[in-house]
């Protein structure tokens, strides 16, 4: 398999794992339970630079996401987002740019106890199918996608400890990544945050999510280092490093930066 197939697997699957460009607590892959609450929104831009090495193959995948979410409720938003993303390999020939999966999404926070500060939210989210032809180049699925995702958040006297599990239905427009990668992915992961001062946030994310190549073991890992800024309680500076593992041969790092704004 080339590289440019299997980076393609592991661009579209990240890509659901993430919930991209659903851009989750920016820069963490682990989501919180928080919402705007009625009448709040709050729009959300990240860039990601994405390496993937193997058998002396570069592939590079710059992305920029951006997504708009509305408090309906207190306990209840709704999100909308999209992306566009450019493919550089070693090989030109393989190189692409254009939109990836637009995706539309809830979150509501089903439950919720002040007194001891825990919550749990349900994620549920639609991925539209893009072209056929960004799907072979790894820019998209060609087919709708669907996704869920459950949340877990504990206040701490250190910050806060989220929870996650997700669940991704990954369908695919072409026989060969039909083939070559599983549609049902899983993630399984926590991320505490520390509140370290002066408007900093420290994140690790750690995480078992489901390996795309069927010709690998189903189960690889990632590990993240994210850092939050805000200045104001209304904007957010974000910058994360996250090192997926245990995917064979294949070596993938990806760095995101993002902004996240708050108004009504």
Same mark, same amino acid.
């Given at each position: 398999?080339?590289?440019?197939?299997?980076?393609?697997?592991?661009?579209?699957?990240?890509?659901?794992?993430?919930?991209?460009?659903?851009?989750?607590?920016?820069?963490?892959?682990?989501?919180?339970?928080?919402?705007?609450?009625?009448?709040?929104?709050?729009?959300?831009?990240?860039?990601?630079?994405?390496?993937?090495?193997?058998?002396?193959?570069?592939?590079?995948?710059?992305?920029?996401?951006?997504?708009?979410?509305?408090?309906?409720?207190?306990?209840?938003?709704?999100?909308?987002?999209?992306?566009?993303?450019?493919?550089?390999?070693?090989?030109?020939?393989? &190189?692409?740019?254009?939109?990836?999966?637009?995706? !539309? *999404?809830?979150? %509501?926070?089903?439950? $919720?106890?002040? #007194?001891?500060?825990?919550?749990?939210?349900?994620?549920?989210?639609?991925?539209?199918?893009?072209?056929?032809?960004?799907?072979?180049?790894?820019?998209?699925?060609?087919?709708?996608?669907?996704?869920?995702?459950?949340?877990?958040?504990?206040?701490?006297?250190?910050?806060?400890?989220?929870?996650?599990?997700?669940?991704?239905?990954?369908?695919?427009?072409?026989?060969?990544?039909?083939?070559?990668?599983?549609?049902?992915?899983?993630?399984?992961?926590?991320?505490?945050?520390?509140?370290?001062?002066?408007?900093?946030?420290?994140?690790?994310?750690?995480?078992?999510?489901?390996?795309?190549?069927?010709? &690998?073991?189903?189960?690889?890992?990632?590990?993240? !280092? *994210?850092?939050? %800024?805000?200045?104001? $309680?209304?904007? #957010?500076?974000?910058?994360?490093?996250?090192?997926?593992?245990?995917?064979?041969?294949?070596?993938?790092?990806?760095?995101?930066?993002?902004?996240?704004?708050?108004?009504?």
């Amino acid at each position: 398999m080339t590289l440019l197939r299997r980076g393609a697997g592991v661009l579209l699957a990240v890509s659901a794992l993430q919930a991209a460009p659903a851009l989750a607590f920016q820069p963490l892959i682990t989501d919180d339970t928080g919402t705007q609450g009625a009448g709040g929104n709050q729009l959300e831009f990240a860039s990601n630079w994405q390496e993937l090495k193997s058998e002396g193959d570069t592939t590079k995948t710059d992305t920029l996401a951006l997504v708009f979410t509305r408090g309906i409720t207190d306990a209840l938003d709704i999100y909308a987002g999209v992306s566009h993303g450019q493919v550089r390999s070693s090989n030109p020939t393989y &190189e692409a740019h254009g939109h990836s999966n637009p995706v !539309l *999404g809830l979150k %509501w926070r089903l439950y $919720e106890n002040e #007194d001891k500060k825990f919550g749990v939210a349900v994620k549920p989210e639609i991925q539209f199918g893009a072209p056929a032809d960004y799907e072979r180049l790894g820019l998209g699925n060609g087919h709708s996608g669907y996704s869920g995702l459950i949340i877990f958040s504990q206040e701490t006297n250190f910050g806060a400890l989220h929870i996650n599990y997700g669940f991704t239905l990954v369908n695919y427009a072409l026989e060969s990544n039909r083939t070559d990668h599983r549609r049902k992915l899983h993630r399984l992961s926590l991320a505490p945050v520390f509140d370290v001062g002066a408007g900093w946030k420290l994140g690790i994310d750690l995480g078992l999510t489901t390996n795309s190549h069927r010709t &690998e073991r189903a189960t690889m890992g990632y590990a993240e !280092l *994210g850092a939050i %800024w805000s200045p104001s $309680e209304d904007l #957010d500076f974000a910058l994360g490093a996250i090192r997926f593992v245990g995917d064979g041969e294949l070596r993938s790092h990806t760095l995101t930066a993002g902004v996240t704004w708050r108004f009504r």
